[in-house]
């Protein structure tokens, strides 16, 4: 089993840059896929990006490719997501989300574990 924490979310003006991070406990942290979700207000959670186990393949959603990045340091227990030209509408919740597979994990019903989410805020 596997926890997820998130952090550095927070209030952002539009254009400007935050990094997320999501520390995992346990020591088989490169046992798991991880991935990166977000819910804004009044919708259903989405996908953002995720990343295999040791980082050799990526994948994001459209809406954010080319912005955003995806990354893990394996020891140090922690994926991140860099996310840079901040948009109003990347306003959410951001969740982190761990998996016991090999390849990069898409769909949000294959993940096993979730973080409790940390607040993004993009100002116009």
């Known amino acids: 089993q596997v926890q997820l924490v998130e952090s550095g979310g927070g209030l952002v003006q539009a254009g400007g840059s935050l990094r997320l991070s999501c520390a995992a406990s346990g020591r088989t942290f490169s046992s798991y896929a991880m991935g990166w979700f977000r819910q804004a207000p009044g919708k259903e959670r989405e996908f953002v990006a995720a990343?295999?186990?040791?980082?050799?393949?990526?994948y994001y959603a459209d809406s954010v490719r080319g912005r955003f990045t995806i990354s893990r340091d394996n020891a140090k227990n922690t994926v991140y997501l860099q996310m840079n030209s901040l948009k109003p509408e990347d306003t959410a919740v951001y969740y982190c989300?761990?998996?016991?597979?090999?390849?990069?994990?898409?769909?949000?019903?294959?993940?096993?574990?979730w973080g409790q989410g940390t607040q993004v805020t993009v100002l116009s």
């Open positions: 989300a761990a998996d016991r597979s090999i390849a990069v994990v898409i769909g949000e019903l294959e993940y096993d574990y």
């Open positions: 990343i295999s186990r040791f980082g050799g393949s990526t």
